[in-house]
Each structure stands twice: as structure tokens, then as C-alpha cells.
């Protein structure tokens, strides 16, 4: 079956080290997405990516890198520059040109302690 | 900041209630989407809608395509325990950048 796969579920890290989360995909999307959840926010877009290769900062980039060298991979790295990288952080992908209908993944806990 | 405002925060319902959410921004937006969310899980998409004015169904649940294309909103009837989520709207802005913009969520839950 397609789908969209992150891993881990749950990461534990210390503060001032980077840490990657994966995210996987075989739908064949081309766009992939990164998003952040807090508590009782909703979804901040990280970074975004249309096409191998290539990929755009969202609304809240600092402290954060990505990579597509793959059109089914796309891995996001927290950096230690990141001042609060404890979230929920969601990775989707879509058929660029298509309706926004975003498949997500089930996500990575991240906490730093 | 925010872009998409949505009311109520959460809601408390008995099971079988009908149950109505919106969303707002003062931007314009050509499509609204409306997804669920369940407990450690990656939201779903429930409607799309792509013209203002547009009413959606999907089984017991209705969305609308507001006719200013600022706002949208989202019914739910005869709840039942499994609605239990957060519900999100979402919408491209018109920059130019093709990635969605996510309100804050809804929180729903059902007392069976």
C-alpha cells in the first residue's frame, strides 16, 4: 500500500544536539511539507519542496534544514540553533498542481531535554 | 502570524448533537480544505472546496465555500463518540507559494 512513513514515532535528545527525522514516501508525490505542532497552535509550515533537489523556507525556517535528493525523501534536521525544537512535527507530501490534498504522515515527538 | 482564525477553540458535545465550526482570515482564499486530527496521528482530509459558495458533503459532514472567500465552515451532524479530534481548516494564500496555511484547530470532543 502508498503511503507516507516518519520515523521515529518518539525522539528524545539533548539540549545543543542536532537530531534528523525521517520522512518517506511512495505515492509518487512530487511536493513534499514540514510542518510544527505545539499544543494548541495549529500547523507552522517549516520548509517545503517541489521538485528533487529544490526545496523553500515556510513561515518558521530558523533553526531548521532539510535536503531532497530523492523525490521520496525528505529529511528534516533540527538544528541546535533551534531555540524550542520540543513539537510534533508532520511531514506531508501532494501531487504539485493538484487540489492541496496533502497525505500526511503519522508524525515525530520530539522532546529535548 | 496567523492567518486563519477559527471558532470555537473546543467544544464539549453529548453524543447525537449537531455540531458547526467556522473559520475566518482577511485574506482571500481560492480553495478551503478542511482536515481531521486524531490523538499522535497526522491530520486526514475530510472536503475540499474550490468555488465560493460551494456546499460539500461527505456522509454527516457538511462544508461551505463562504461567499466573500474569507471564510468557510464546517457541520457535523448526529456526532458520534469517533468525531472525537481536532478539525483544521486550511487554504492556500495567494503568494505565490504552493503550501497550505493551517488555522489553530478546533478540539472536539463527544460524551457518549
Known amino acids: 500500500d502508498g503511503g507516507i512513513t516518519q520515523s521515529p514515532k518518539y525522539l528524545f535528545r539533548k539540549e545543543g544536539q542536532n537530531v534528523t527525522l525521517s520522512c518517506e514516501q511512495n505515492l509518487n508525490h512530487d511536493a513534499m511539507y514540514w510542518y510544527r505542532q505545539d499544543p494548541g497552535q495549529g500547523l507552522r509550515l517549516i520548509y517545503y519542496s517541489q521538485i528533487v533537489n529544490d526545496f523553500q523556507k515556510g513561515d518558521i525556517a530558523e533553526g531548521y534544514s532539510v535536503s531532497r535528493e530523492k523525490k521520496e525523501s525528505f529529511p528534516l534536521t533540527v538544528t541546535s540553533a533551534q531555540k524550542n525544537p520540543t513539537a510534533f512535527y508532520l511531514c506531508?507530501?501532494?501531487?504539485?498542481?493538484?487540489?492541496?490534498?496533502?497525505?500526511f504522515g503519522s508524525g515525530t515527538r520530539l522532546t529535548v531535554v | 502570524g496567523q492567518q486563519l482564525n477559527q471558532s470555537p477553540q473546543s467544544m464539549f458535545i453529548q453524543e447525537g448533537e449537531d455540531v458547526s465550526m467556522n473559520c475566518t482570515s482577511s485574506?482571500?482564499?481560492?480553495?478551503w480544505l478542511w482536515y481531521k486530527q486524531e490523538p499522535g496521528e497526522g491530520p486526514v482530509l475530510l472536503i475540499a472546496?474550490?468555488?465560493?459558495?460551494e456546499l460539500t458533503s461527505n456522509g454527516r459532514l457538511t462544508a461551505q465555500f463562504g461567499i466573500t472567500r474569507k471564510d468557510s465552515f464546517l457541520n457535523i451532524s448526529a456526532s458520534i463518540p469517533s468525531d472525537v479530534g481536532i478539525y483544521f481548516c486550511?487554504?492556500?494564500?495567494?503568494?505565490?507559494?504552493?503550501?497550505?496555511?493551517f488555522g489553530s484547530g478546533t478540539r472536539l470532543q463527544v460524551q457518549p
Open positions: 485574506s482571500i482564499f481560492n480553495t
Open positions: 472546496l474550490y468555488k465560493a459558495g
Open positions: 486550511a487554504g492556500p494564500l495567494d503568494t505565490g507559494r504552493r503550501a497550505l496555511t
Open positions: 506531508a507530501s501532494s501531487i504539485v498542481r493538484t487540489d492541496y490534498g496533502y497525505t
